[in-house]
């Protein structure tokens, strides 16, 4: 019945006159501008909207033995459904005021547990099989314009239309995502339009302060010149690891700093970014967890050893047009293995990389077809900690015969109006969680969004 709900709420939508409605993204970028005469005059208000219903299936695979966080080796289904309202003001010269009210349903394939890289950014570590109402984004964005040309400001969800100059500093406050303003990717970032997996849409190592939904309370600063910008941001972790409650007295917190370089190669636009961050709170260290299990008896318990450290990492993260249709996007990234993973998932160094095709050549130009690669592996710490039937956020079969975990991922969206987009996608998962006493495992998907 919740899912019908849904199903007629985006029918709805779909009746709904679009003039004067622009279509948004479902997961915001930094600021967008595009050619300075392409846009009308700035925004003093809008309103955007999404629907997206994720289906996914597994046949069943070989899985000689499970744990309490082990993908289901039967043959299993899932589906999960959000619909956002984007709502934007201007209240003076260079300001946004934005909230976001989200209504989620559904879970994951086997809750959200299972694969390091999980197989969709549509699915949160939570769910429910009725729909219920959250704020993912509650935020203030200022910018200040320090000259330059100028530069036109696209309309979208999160983004109201109008001007900056080339040389300028953006500040934004409040609640949304880490990833909204850092490491991202126009190829890969958004699992409402391209890719769904976490390791893909991400840097599979950057720990980014979150919920368990993937928001957070914070701030970031941008400074722009030309051709390059320095971010830099300071956000609150969740109160315990993998919790959905966020530590908003800042004592646990999370210091991010990223630095983009945009060129032309061969006459095409690229960027590349370098992230370094470092996460300052109560977490456990993996071999402590199982020395104490040793003494004990029992498996590892990395909630018994938790103490406040800090756990820092790297991401280097690139996109280069190779093509007018043609983007080619790589990303490795990197954490100290030694302590468990606070807010995302347990990878503890990640290779990925892929291409992303529109469909000028088949006489499809809003269709897209993209096709990617990742590796994650784990510490040896991590790896021993899992060895002796420890827990983590999203893996924990109770043993482990560790392999990396390897995936590739190809999905094709079909463009079918302005409003309605229609995506097929497969991932084939090599070592799920690690381990090769499971798979292969194939993932088959169907996506539908809409923009309103």
């Not at 500040?171 to 390791?199: C, E, M, Q």
């Not at 790589?330 to 469909?359: P, Q």
Request: with cysteine; charged share 20%; glycine share 12%.
């Amino acid at each position: 019945m919740a899912r019908g709900m849904f199903a007629l709420l985006c029918g709805l939508w779909l009746l709904v006159p679009v003039a004067g409605w622009a279509a948004g993204d479902g997961q915001p970028s930094p600021v967008t501008a595009i050619a300075a005469d392409a846009e009308p005059d700035q925004e003093t208000w809008a309103v955007h909207g999404q629907f997206t219903n994720v289906n996914q299936y597994h046949p069943a695979f070989s899985s000689p033995y499970r744990g309490e966080n082990s993908l289901d080796p039967n043959a299993r289904s899932a589906a999960t459904n959000d619909v956002t309202l984007s709502l934007g003001v201007r209240p003076w010269q260079g300001a946004e005021l934005w909230i976001s009210p989200e209504y989620d349903q559904g879970f994951g394939l086997s809750n959200t547990l299972g694969m390091a890289g999980y197989a969709s950014g549509e699915a949160y570590k939570v769910g429910a099989n009725y729909p219920y109402l959250r704020l993912p984004r509650a935020f203030y964005r200022q910018i200040i314009n320090l000259g330059g040309e100028d530069e036109a400001i696209a309309a979208g969800a999160n983004q109201l239309a109008g001007k900056r100059t080339g040389d300028n500093v953006t500040i934004t406050l409040g609640k949304f995502s880490v990833v909204d303003i850092f490491d991202t990717n126009s190829y890969a970032h958004d699992p409402r339009a391209d890719f769904l997996n976490w390791s893909v849409v991400e840097s599979g190592a950057f720990d980014y302060a979150a919920d368990s939904w993937g928001f957070t309370w914070g701030g970031a600063i941008e400074w722009t010149q030309s051709w390059w910008t320095l971010r830099g941001g300071f956000f609150a972790l969740s109160d315990a690891p993998n919790s959905k409650y966020i530590d908003t007295s800042f004592d646990q917190f999370e210091a991010a700093g990223e630095f983009e370089a945009r060129h032309d190669w061969l006459g095409r636009p690229g960027k590349v970014k370098l992230l370094a961050f470092v996460n300052h709170g109560r977490m456990g260290n993996y071999r402590d967890a199982v020395a104490l299990a040793r003494q004990d008896g029992g498996a590892p318990n990395i909630a018994a050893v938790r103490r406040v450290q800090d756990r820092p990492g790297v991401a280097l993260n690139l996109e280069q047009e190779l093509a007018a249709d043609l983007g080619f996007f790589a990303r490795a990234s990197a954490n100290v293995g030694s302590k468990e993973a606070f807010d995302f998932t347990e990878i503890n160094r990640s290779v990925s990389m892929g291409l992303s095709l529109r469909g000028d050549r088949w006489q499809r130009h809003d269709d897209t077809l993209g096709l990617a690669l990742v590796m994650n592996g784990l510490s040896g710490a991590a790896r021993e900690y899992f060895a002796a039937g420890g827990m983590g956020i999203l893996i924990g079969d109770g043993g482990l015969n560790y392999g990396a975990e390897k995936i590739a991922e190809i999905y094709y969206a079909l463009h079918l109006s302005k409003q309605l987009t229609l995506s097929a996608d497969y991932q084939y998962v090599q070592n799920p969680a690690y381990n090769r006493d499971r798979g292969p495992l194939p993932l088959y998907g169907v996506r539908v969004h809409v923009e309103f």
